[in-house]
């Protein structure tokens, strides 16, 4: 019975994985750095893991290039052809650990439909310029507003999943405000 739901978790897994990394259809793939890279395969469980519920919380900014000086500045206001990018952590919260195996999807809520967006967990590779510290404690994706675009709020929520089958969920503050805005 084990060795089923233990195939059943990482059959499941792998699906999701290969469902964050492909767009869907009429979506152009997430604009995070490295976009053209397939992102590296999840790291191996760490000691320890699972042993809490699994935890996730982020928050959205301006996803400029660089050395564009509002790059990454918190925001939930955006223009047409302004990039919005998720930045979101994933934490095993009995050890209070990173959970490095978890996959990170945004769903935005527009034009009637639901848009995903794979999000890339940042913990390998070189420091990138403009960062103080490796960025072994994010996951980023980015949307980029549409050039029609009506000005309104949306809603979003991201949702994870890790090697475990543990899931979590996160929905921004609910106050209107705050909401994701694009405008004029």
């Known amino acids: 019975m084990r060795l089923v739901a233990s ?8 699906v999701l994985a290969t469902m964050a990394q492909a767009p869907p259809a009429g979506q152009p793939p997430a604009q995070g750095r490295g976009a053209a890279q397939a992102p590296p395969p999840p790291p191996a469980p760490q000691p320890g893991h699972p042993s809490g519920k699994l935890v996730i919380w982020g928050d959205i900014s301006l996803f400029e290039r660089p050395p ?4 990454c500045i918190l925001t939930n206001r955006f223009k047409r052809g302004q990039r ?9 919260g009995g050890s209070g650990e990173v959970e490095n195996t978890a996959v990170l999807t945004a769903h935005i809520a527009y034009a009637g439909q639901t848009i995903d967006v794979p999000m890339r967990w940042r913990g390998v590779g070189n420091v990138p310029p403009g960062y103080l510290r490796p ?10 507003v549409p050039m029609d675009a009506t000005p309104a709020t949306l809603s979003y929520t991201v949702t994870a999943t ?3 089958g543990r899931t979590a969920n996160f929905l921004p503050f609910s106050y209107e405000n705050s909401q994701l805005t694009i405008v004029q």
């Open 135 to 144: 960025t072994t404690n994010t996951w980023t994706g980015a949307w980029v």
């Open 162 to 164: 890790d090697r475990f």
């Open 84 to 92: 919005v990018g998720f930045r979101m952590t994933a934490i095993d």
């Open 7 to 14: 195939t059943l978790i990482i059959l499941t897994l792998a």
């Open 68 to 71: 564009h000086p509002d790059s």
